[in-house]
């Protein structure tokens, strides 16, 4: 019996951890292309939700995904665009987070989505063990003093520099 409730809670600990930006360390800002706008996505190595990467939608579009610990550089069209990051299951214990922003051509944006744990509970059921919870999570915009702070210590989430 106790076997079964170690394992269990090693596999409930190992989906909670999960997998992190590997990339390379953001070094500096730049523009991708001076006819659009340029935004880095923030996720700080959190242990809440880590093994998910957390799909970033614009205006629907799937632009790629934030791991824990990573940031994801984008380029984005100027004008009024809508940011999601959806639930990744009907379980997923985020809820979606968006904002809508005015992009201006040759501009640089922040954004950081960020997941707080606030609550989270363990029933033993007999040899199992049922875990569950619920987070606010949110889309934060940040202006280049507070995202570089953040930033320096993230590593790439699709591997690149």
Sequence with gaps: MNLLRLISSILALSILVGCAATGEKFISPSLINKDSATVY??????????????????????????????????????????????KLTKSDWADEASIDTEFVAGTIYYFEWTNELENYYVLPIGALILTGGKTNNTLIKHKKESALVILNELRNSVGKG
């Design 41 to 86: 996505f923030m996720r700080k190595d959190k242990f809440v939700g880590a093994a998910a990467c957390r799909i970033v939608l614009i205006n629907d579009v799937d632009s790629g995904c934030i791991k824990s610990g990573g940031f994801l550089k984008l380029n984005v069209s100027a004008g009024n665009q809508n940011i999601k990051i959806p």
